[in-house]
């Protein structure tokens, strides 16, 4: 924590993404903290595979993968804090340190606390997940290829063997762990993938399909960027983490929820969540508000949360899995500067903007009490007026209606994935501004709308008067005005 | 959400691991210091004594068996080297309690001293913890580096914070008193004011305390020592040295190198824990790669011999304090 001097934030505020990701929780996190206040950004799902594009006002562009989203706010660096829940990838983080070091905050790694409980995420979890991902062919799940489900599977499978945050400090400990993590997925690598999360309730996920054989450091299409690296040259990189960045235990977290407000950055989005998520295209971790409300209700804070949800004013989908709004024109103007086909997870698909798949994400995730809208310059920047989806159906026109589960069943998932797969949209143009639309629409006040990449593109719109009704007298905005 | 464009490559994260270590991490003192004038410089939040009902060192399940390990160091002019110092041997101190095994749960907190007549942060007190979480608390440190100029500082305060304001599960559950060493080159002053105590801690004394009433007090819940620097400016001043042999008999440490400050006070805590004699423990500093033996041993033989520096005066009740070893309740 450092020594910010602001107006104390009001509360704790959750941001969590509303669609399949990309929908600009850095930049609404980054608006959060340089209001000031805010003592730390922390995250509760997710690993390293995030990827938070911010660009400051300045033009300093950075993709927030571990370190939080308040890195760049103005004054002073927001620190962050990676809860138990976070897969934590320690070489990831100090590239990523090393490139806010270019951007001019000092020293980034002193702004950094972890749970030692965290698991890390290792090469040897990549390289078993981008063979898997690889073995899958055209079935692909849109896997990152970072080994983030991978490490997830493992803990699940081998709790008392899953490499933690806390191990980088005790090498031997470390290096028999990491022997047997080697071992175990020395069959996987050879191409006789067995099922992974076996233990995880519901029913065996991934089905993995025979692999074409890939030997470690095998070069064919999926093209392993590079062969396994040394076990020792990582124990003394994760020593080296252990010893530079702050560990910390339990009563860390209860501690900084006291001393000030907190931003809880999510990472992906609510439609990819394990449970709610369209199987078996979904990450291995809760996308959705409970992981931050648990962590503020075990530290006595269970009502102080305000809950920020986000979208674009279009839809996106990077991977692979159903979008019922996607759409190759859309796909084509909406290019994406930061979201490029990536190897592993394929093209960036856009569609139209998807009421249906929104009420289905604020249900899912139990509601929000606010929304941001980025990217409201799209129906500018396209030249035409925006659609939204009010509606699906099937190819028969029979209405098709989506609702979150009420209890984790995969199986039930799977079929609505079958379901969204077949479905087509109900389009209709949007009438009227899309963000203020939007939030009538899901009844929700605005939190901020975006009309462009940085915090300095946000503003709160003035609502317009109602159209129907007579013309009100005494408007609570004509304060405002000079008479 | 997307995917990390940061290279995983483990020799690069170890070279920018390494290449980052080492610097200054007193982010709060420098902002302050260099956004304010002095007449405005604040405590931190988190080190802030200003109503705080206890600092607490508790058992949890990773921790079961908890003890109260306290570092208070003077921050005024002479001394304001120590807190950077500390931080730099950190591993060091929790490394020796761990690895060999002197002391099972160690839970350290740090706090610093200033003058509560003069300065505008006199006391900061942090939490105790088991692990880097410390270094938060030093990284929030004030370092003033003010003081009175008078030979005096208020460590009678810091004293009164300790006795008053602590609770200690090593205490509470299996009756074993906490650890406090004060690290300092000044004397106290001769009483805790009851104003200083309402205006830096906020508790409503009705008189003031005479400094021998608290440092008996809070002996009832810490082994105290006193750690005066030897290569500090006051230590050629006879009257802090003869001070503080008054008060502490044989719990007074005199340290040549006060870069082994931390080093002391792992082996001191392991003397006192029956888990070393000295020349096992000066071993282990070697084995640890600590050049800091010989300034260390010299501290410490006096207190393994279990005989005090000659004390100058007598008939003083606590003038021997407690040995080591003893727990006397």
């Known amino acids: 924590m450092n020594g910010r001097t602001g107006a104390r934030a009001p509360e704790h505020a959750i941001v969590i993404d509303l669609g399949f990701g990309d929908a600009g929780k850095g930049v609404t996190v980054d608006l959060l903290c340089s209001r000031g206040g805010y003592g730390a950004v922390v995250r ?81 979890h990549a390289a078993a997940n981008q063979t898997r991902e690889r073995a899958r062919g055209r079935d692909r799940h849109g896997s990152c290829g970072m080994g983030v489900g991978e490490t997830m599977a493992y803990a699940l499978d081998h709790p008392a063997d899953a490499p933690t945050v806390g191990d980088c400090a005790s090498p031997e400990l470390l290096r028999r762990k990491l022997e047997r993590l080697a071992d175990r997925l020395a069959s996987v690598l050879a191409g006789e993938s067995e099922p992974v999360g076996v233990s995880s309730p519901g029913e065996a996920p991934s089905p993995v399909g025979a692999a074409e054989a890939a030997g470690p450091g095998a070069t064919d299409t999926g093209r392993r960027s590079e062969p396994l690296p040394d076990p020792e040259e990582c124990l003394a990189a994760y020593r080296a983490f252990a010893e530079r960045v702050r560990l910390v235990d339990e009563r860390y977290l209860p501690r900084l929820l006291d001393r000030a407000p907190v931003v809880f950055e999510g990472a992906q989005g609510v439609l990819l969540d394990e449970w709610h998520g369209f199987h078996p295209y979904t990450t291995w971790s809760t996308t959705t508000t409970v992981n931050p409300l648990a962590l503020l209700a075990e530290a006595g804070h269970a009502d102080g949360a305000r809950r920020i949800g986000v979208t674009r004013t279009f839809a996106t989908r990077h991977g692979a899995g159903p979008m019922v709004t996607e759409n190759v024109l859309l796909t084509e103007r909406l290019a994406d500067r930061h979201n490029r086909t990536h190897p592993w997870q394929g093209g960036f698909r856009v569609g139209h903007l998807d009421l249906v798949a929104l009420r289905y994400a604020l249900e899912a995730t139990g509601g929000v009490d606010s929304l941001v809208v980025t990217h409201a310059d799209a129906p500018a920047r396209l030249g035409r007026e925006l659609h939204w989806c009010v509606g699906y159906e099937l190819a028969d026109g029979a209405p098709l209606r989506i609702a979150p589960g009420d209890s984790p069943d995969l199986a039930r998932q799977a079929r609505l994935a079958g379901l969204l797969t077949a479905a087509r949209p109900v389009l209709e143009p949007v009438p009227g501004e899309v963000p203020t639309t939007v939030a009538d629409a899901l009844n929700l006040p605005l939190e901020a709308v975006f009309t462009g990449p940085t915090r300095d593109d946000a503003h709160l719109p003035v609502r317009r008067l109602p159209r129907v009704g007579a013309f009100p007298r005494r408007m609570p905005l004509a304060r405002h005005r000079v008479a | ?252 440490i005199l340290l040549d190198d006060l870069d082994a400050a931390s080093e002391t006070i792992a082996l001191t805590v392991g003397l006192s824990e029956e888990a070393i004699d000295l020349d096992e423990g000066l071993k282990d500093l070697a084995e640890a790669g600590s050049d800091q033996a010989d300034a260390v041993g010299k501290a410490l033989r006096p207190l393994a011999r279990g005989r005090g520096p000659v004390s100058t005066s007598s008939g003083i009740e606590e003038l021997a304090g407690d040995g080591p070893g003893v727990d006397r309740l």
């Not at chain 1, 103005?74 to 804090?81: A, L, R, S």
């Not at chain 2, 942060?121 to 608390?137: H, I, R």
Request: net charge negative; aromatic share 10%.
């Open chain 2, 1 to 252: 959400m997307g995917s990390s464009s940061w290279s995983t490559d483990a020799y690069h994260a170890r070279q920018a691991y390494q290449d980052s270590a080492g610097i200054s991490s007193f982010d709060y003192h420098d902002h302050v210091t260099t956004r304010a004038p002095r007449h405005e410089w604040t405590v931190h939040p988190s080190l802030d004594p200003y109503g705080v009902t206890v600092r607490e060192s508790r058992d949890s399940d990773a921790h079961p068996n908890s003890l109260a390990v306290s570092v208070l160091f003077d921050v005024t002019g002479s001394m304001g080297r120590v807190p950077r110092t500390l931080q730099t041997k950190l591993p060091d101190l929790f490394g020796l309690l761990l690895r060999r095994g002197y002391v099972a749960d160690p839970q350290i907190m740090f706090g610093s001293i200033g003058d509560a007549t003069c300065d505008q942060v006199p006391l900061q007190v942090g939490q105790f913890e088991s692990g880097n979480e410390l270094e938060d608390d030093l990284g929030n440190t004030l370092l003033e580096g003010g003081g009175g100029g008078q030979v005096t500082e208020s460590y009678e305060l810091a004293m009164y914070f300790m006795a008053r304001h602590t609770a200690m599960d090593c205490l509470e559950k299996r009756g074993r008193r906490g650890y406090l060493f004060i690290i300092g080159d000044e004397k106290a002053y001769g009483a805790v004011k009851a104003r200083e105590v309402r205006e830096v801690i906020g508790d409503d004394l009705a008189e003031d305390i005479p400094f021998p009433t608290i440092l008996a007090e809070l002996r009832r819940k810490f082994e105290v020592y006193f750690i005066l620097p030897t290569g500090s400016f006051h230590y050629r001043s006879d009257e802090v040295r003869e001070f503080w042999e008054k008060h502490m008999g044989q719990n007074l």
């Open chain 1, 44 to 124: 509760a799902n997710g690993g390293a595979q995030a990827a938070h594009n911010v660009v400051a006002p300045d033009g300093r562009h950075h993709t927030f993968s571990q370190f939080g989203a308040g890195t760049l706010a103005p004054g002073d660096p927001v620190p962050t804090h990676l809860s138990r829940f976070v897969v934590v990838d320690p070489f990831a983080l100090a590239a990523e340190a090393r490139h806010l070091t270019c951007l001019g905050v000092p020293d980034p790694l002193s702004l950094v606390t972890v749970d030692r409980r965290a698991l890390i995420s290792t090469p040897w």
